[in-house]
């Protein structure tokens, strides 16, 4: 089963950036697509972006386009989500997850139950 290992989160204030990164491991194909998920207190986890592993197409909520990025660097097996003009409603824990690709496509962000390898997420703190 795919291991994934999150990092990166912090406390920042309004309009401020963070950068997160997932390491993924153990997997025996590449045709997977790596999700970033945030769950805030109370709410209901929430998919902003993913990335399809093996050619780079990048997908993003309306609530976080054109504020986060997604990006990989396969030589280090690791996957980024980079946070900018942060909000206090981004504050929640972030994970990232691993979904098998059908014909090269991700699973809509809203699929949770796509995602079947989980990190142990990291913390964004955004305060106002």
């Known amino acids: 089963q795919v291991q994934l290992a999150e990092s990166g989160g912090g406390s920042v204030q309004a309009g401020g950036s963070l950068s997160l990164s997932c390491v993924v491991s153990?997997?025996?194909?590449?045709?997977?697509?790596i999700g970033w998920f945030r769950q805030a207190p109370g709410k209901e986890r929430e998919g902003v972006a993913a990335?399809?592993?093996?050619?780079?197409?990048?997908y993003y909520s309306d609530s976080v386009k054109g504020r986060f990025t997604t990006s990989q660097d396969n030589a280090k097996n690791t996957i980024y989500l980079q946070l900018n003009s942060l909000k206090p409603e981004d504050t929640a824990m972030y994970y990232c997850?691993?979904?098998?690709?059908?014909?090269?496509?991700?699973?809509?962000?809203?699929?949770?139950?796509?995602?079947?390898?989980w990190g142990r997420g990291t913390q964004v703190t955004v305060s106002s």
């Open positions: 153990q997997y025996t194909s590449s045709n997977i697509c």
């Open positions: 990335i399809y592993f093996r050619g780079g197409r990048t």
């Open positions: 997850a691993a979904s098998r690709a059908v014909l090269a496509q991700c699973p809509m962000l809203s699929r949770t139950d796509a995602y079947d390898s």
